[in-house]
């Protein structure tokens, strides 16, 4: 008990520090009244807590994600490993700055945004192209729409981050999950967050639904588990990456629902359950669900005039090619195989799709025969499998 009260009083404290940065939502004392109450009973805090995106919270949040995901033995820390992250020291250090340049101007930031990995608001307006280490365009990421300083990305990808990442041991002395609960902290203005091969575990927090301004999400090749989280208030979303885990259950109830933005969903190789609802994703660019459990039909691609890959081998993916189907005329990669579809091959399938590259319908049970004018329309084809199916009949001289 004595330890917990010691941790209620420093957190306390940190709470009047944010008080001076930015006005709280509910009366200030019983605010705290009830956030050490709970504290000091070792309870969580309640979801009616409305944390700030203060910089003292923003580097809390930060501390807290370091010391639950093993920042010590981290391939990269610098910056990460400047204290010990204690709340007394998180105090002390709250008021360090760094600069960044922009252009031929010097921008003062907090001392946490020139930590390798993250990366923060440089203008409220746009600014001109900063190339990531990895040669990644981030202008449209860290200018413009945002508050000078806020985070605005973290990139920690093949980093040795391992461990829960919902929970954290603060101090010394005790072991309370309050990761997820302050990370309406950085929520404000993050548009990216790219945390993929590593070893994180357990399941993305709910939080993140709450992260408005995310564009690009990627968590692929760790050992997470557990569902989705929701992603309808996700509006901006354009990339959500989140292959190679063991994420279970159905995707997101209308997945794309009031978001119009995403262009890429890379989902393949976990347990994904339940029917692959894509309406609404009219800017869909790549698609792969490759194997998981996904079952029902194939979508009708009428309307998806900007979709170049579409994986969806090895589900349980039912009924015959929808009329409709081959109208994704930019599809370059299709890959439908040991699936469980059947009914006859479309004699317009190939229609439209001249950009196509390579195409598999393997291991499905498909019957009757190859369209003759099958091939004539593939000018870029380079590789078509259609083995261990029920097909007959002689391969098209379309080929030729």
């Known amino acids: ?208 639904s709450d992260f408005t301004a995310l564009k690009a999400v990627n968590l692929g090749y760790n050992q997470i588990r557990g569902q989705l989280p929701p992603l309808q208030n996700l509006d901006y979303l354009q990339v959500l990456a989140v292959a190679n885990n063991r994420i279970s259950g159905a995707l997101p109830t209308g997945i794309c629902a009031g978001n119009n933005s995403i262009t890429n969903l890379i989902l393949g190789n976990n347990l994904l359950t339940g029917t692959f609802d894509t309406t609404g994703c009219r800017l869909l660019i790549s698609v792969q669900s490759q194997n998981n459990k996904i079952k029902g039909t194939l979508p009708n691609l009428t309307g998806y005039g900007a979709l170049h890959i579409l994986q969806m081998a090895n589900n349980l993916i039912t009924g015959s090619i929808p009329p409709g189907f081959g109208k994704g005329k930019f599809i370059t990669s299709l890959n439908l195989a040991s699936n469980r579809l059947n009914g006859t091959i479309p004699a317009d399938f190939s229609l439209n799709l001249q950009y196509l590259n390579q195409l598999s319908l393997t291991n499905n049970y498909f019957e009757g025969t190859i369209p003759t004018t099958f091939f004539s329309y593939l000018g870029s084809l380079s590789a078509a499998y259609f083995d261990n199916n029920f097909l007959s009949g002689s391969i098209p001289d379309s080929i030729r």
């Open 1 to 208: 008990m004595k330890s917990r009260t010691r941790y209620a009083t420093l957190l306390y404290t940190l709470f009047l520090i944010a008080e001076n940065c930015v006005s709280l939502p509910l009366n200030t004392s019983a605010y705290l009244s009830q956030i050490v109450e709970d504290i000091h009973a070792a309870r969580p805090l309640r979801n009616s807590y409305q944390i700030p995106c203060s910089p003292v919270f923003q580097l809390l949040t930060l501390a807290l994600f370091y010391n639950s995901t093993n920042g010590p033995n981290w391939y990269r820390k610098d910056g990460w490993n400047s204290t010990v992250w204690t709340v007394p020291n998180i105090i002390s250090y709250v008021s360090k700055t760094c600069t960044q340049k922009l252009g031929t101007s010097v921008i003062s930031l907090p001392a946490w945004c020139c930590w390798y990995g993250v990366y923060c608001c440089l203008s409220q307006n746009s600014c001109p192209n900063i190339v990531m280490n990895n040669g990644t365009y981030v202008e449209q990421l860290i200018c413009g729409n945002c508050t000078v300083g806020n985070i605005t990305g973290l990139d920690l990808a093949d980093n040795n981050l391992i461990g829960n990442i919902s929970w954290s041991n603060v101090t010394q002395e005790i072991s309370y999950p309050l990761y997820h609960q302050f990370l309406p902290a950085i929520a404000c203005d993050m548009k990216f967050l790219f945390l993929q091969n590593n070893q994180l575990e357990e399941t993305i927090p709910q939080a993140l």
